[in-house]
Structure formats: C-alpha cells, structure tokens
C-alpha cells in the first residue's frame, strides 16, 4: 500500500516579508479551475487564513461550479507561519487598532493582552504589497475584491471600509468585535459618513454585508445597530445588508457567513437569505 499527501492541485502557498511591519504572512491562494470572465476573476480576500482559508476555497469551489454556478474566483486567504488555525498573538496585533488599555476588557483567561495596534500596518500590506502580486499573477477584477474577516477580523473590516473605502469593492464583516477601545470604531464610521458626501466618495460603488450568529446580546445589537445606521444613509451608490444566521453561535456561524461572502461578492443582488 503507498500512502500519499492529499494535496488540492489548485492550492498553493507564498511567503511573503511585510515590508509595512517586518513580519511574515503566509498566504494561501485557491485559483480557479475555469477561465475568467472577460473582465477577470473576483478575488476574496480572507483573513485568519491558517483557520479559514481552506472553508472558503471549498465552498468557492462548490458555488462556481459550471453549468450553473457563479463566475469563478480567486480565494486568497492571510496567514501565519506554523500550524495554529488562528494564532491568537498575531492576530490581535495585525486585526485590531491601537486602545487604551483602560478601554479594554479583561480576557477570559485572565492572561495579560497581546501586543495590539497592528490594523494600519496590515492594510498598507494589502495595498502595496499582496494585492499587487495577486494582480501580478492573474486578470481580476477590480470591481470584485472582498476582504472577509470573523470576529478581530470583522472589526478589521470595518475598519478597513471606514478608513480605505477605495480599497476593495465588498467588505464582508462578520460577528464584528465592534467593542473595541469602547467602541472607537463609531468614531471612524462617523467621519466615514462626512465623507461619504464628498464628490469623490459619493460616486464611489461600496458593498457591505454584516452577518452574525445567535451570539452574545452586545454582539448582535452592535452589529445590527451599525447596519441600520448605515441602511439609513440612502446613498444610491452604497449598498448594505444584514444577514443573521439563526442557530449559529461564534464559531459554527463562520461557514454560513463565508458562503454568503462569496455570494454576496459574485452576484448583483444583495438578496442572500
């Protein structure tokens, strides 16, 4: 009997140097097994990649199937080096924004935070440094990026449309630990929103879906809170959705939340329940 590695023929892995922060990220990429669309593949972007990738390459895979299945696109999934699903050091330094200490809770385990402040540098990352290899290496599209992220990486999210809403074209934040710094994320959406009347951002396509399980009450009221907020703009230009996926709670919500990302990102209609 030979045994063999089972290997997906269309995953493979770089190792890329931040030159933004100095640190290594893995990246995990799932490339499509068909032809792009003639203005090239989506590409979805998903955080806690060492955890998360391989769910949302699977469930990429089974959604573009042909005949029937949506266009075909690219899973880019940022990781760590080493084998931890979700390494809980890097991960807090690179998803969240910098705090006061005195604004932040007590951990559940006790232990003292990681180090923390990290979001900026890892954006900066995106733009100057992993998005253009991607563009580098395949057609895409650039009005169908989405950057996935679950919990830290929902915040990230948010974050990420609140300061560089150019960026990407879909923002997908679920289960968004909006409490961070005693909600100072509140204070970017609020001058998100003065922007969002300027010439330039007005006429700006900007997507965003925020999804959440049965999870902690605080959890599902701030993040519903902050859809009706931003439902309640009317900009014709900006389009938000809500899903909450009944039954689910912080963890098992994840699957369902990245097959509605992957939906949400190659399909004009904002209709995903």
């Known amino acids: ?61 089974l959604l573009t199937r042909k005949p029937k299945g949506y266009p075909p696109a690219i899973v880019v999934g940022i990781g760590y080096p080493g084998g931890e699903a979700f390494d809980t050091v890097r991960r807090t330094y690179d998803l969240t924004m910098p705090a006061e200490l005195a604004n932040l809770p007590k951990r559940p385990n006790g232990e003292p935070w990681p ?84 010439n330039t951002l007005s006429q700006l396509p900007k997507t965003l879906m925020i999804a959440g399980g049965e999870e902690l009450d605080y959890m599902v009221k701030d993040s519903l809170d902050l859809c009706n907020s931003m439902m309640a703009l009317h900009l014709p230009s900006f389009e938000v959705s809500w899903a909450l996926l009944e039954q689910e709670e912080h963890v098992s919500v994840i699957s369902g939340a990245i097959s509605r990302a992957v939906k949400f990102l190659l399909t004009t209609s904002s209709d995903l329940s």
């Not at 190792?15 to 290594?24: F, M, V």
């Open 1 to 61: 009997m030979i045994i063999k590695p089972y290997v997906k023929p269309n995953y493979e892995t770089m190792l890329i140097t931040s030159k933004a922060n100095h640190k290594d990220y893995e990246i995990f990429i799932a490339k499509p097994l068909d032809e792009s669309a003639k203005d090239g593949y989506g590409a979805i972007y998903v955080l806690d990649g060492n955890g998360l990738f391989e769910t949302a390459a699977e469930i990429t895979r």
């Open 115 to 198: 180090e923390f402040g990290g979001a900026d540098e890892l954006l900066a990352f995106f733009e100057k440094e992993l998005m253009p290899a991607i563009a580098q290496r395949f057609v895409i599209n650039k009005q169908k990026q989405a950057l996935f992220g679950h919990s830290f990486g929902g915040l990230f999210v948010l974050h990420a449309l609140f300061t560089q809403p150019t960026l990407f074209s879909h923002y997908i934040a679920s289960s968004a630990s909006i409490w961070w710094n005693d909600y100072a994320l509140l204070k970017e959406y609020e001058n998100f929103k003065a922007d969002l009347h300027s």
